[in-house]
């Protein structure tokens, strides 16, 4: 397999996650629920969503859909970490932990930040140069060995 194969089927491997949706989860203010969008700021509608309590991570606490701008409420029951699920059944996806104080609302701001398109981009460029980097090392170890077996 030439170098220039060997690119090719990197570059075609990390397209898919170069170039795929992100998912952005961010509490509402003033409720207890979500607004799920793509990073393009589209929201998810009519996605899948499932919430998983404090006290049990494996059996949903409460399931359903988002609204047609992406939007779904829940009524927590306990305060803790409340696990937020959603599914768009395109492939696009993600979870969101939120923090539900004691009187049973979610504090601003509380959930996680996931990372930004920009940054998925870059991060995916950065692995495809760094396994390149590898496999011309490993190929310059290789033919150096060769060079050195031929002179000996």
């Known amino acids: 397999m030439n170098r220039s194969s060997l690119i090719i089927i990197l570059f075609i491997a990390f397209s898919v996650t170069l170039f795929s949706h992100g998912v952005d989860i961010v509490p509402i203010n003033g409720g207890t629920g979500i607004e799920a969008k793509y990073d393009t700021g ?15 991570h494996k059996e949903p606490f409460q399931s359903g859909v988002t609204d047609k701008n ?21 492939g696009h996806g993600g979870t969101t932990k939120i923090k539900v104080g004691s009187d049973l609302e979610i504090p601003a701001g509380n959930t996680e930040k996931p990372l930004g398109r920009g940054m998925k ?13 590898i496999l011309f090392y490993l190929m310059a170890v290789r033919e150096r060995k060769k060079g050195s077996d031929a002179h000996s």
Do not use: K, M
Request: proline letters at 6%.
């Open 42 to 56: 589209d929201p998810i509608s009519h996605a899948e969503v499932t919430v998983y309590s404090p006290e049990n």
């Open 70 to 90: 992406g939007r779904f409420l829940f009524f927590p029951d306990s305060e803790g970490e409340w696990r937020v699920v959603v599914n768009d059944w395109t």
């Open 121 to 133: 981009i870059f991060s995916g460029i950065s692995v495809i140069f760094g396994i390149t980097g």
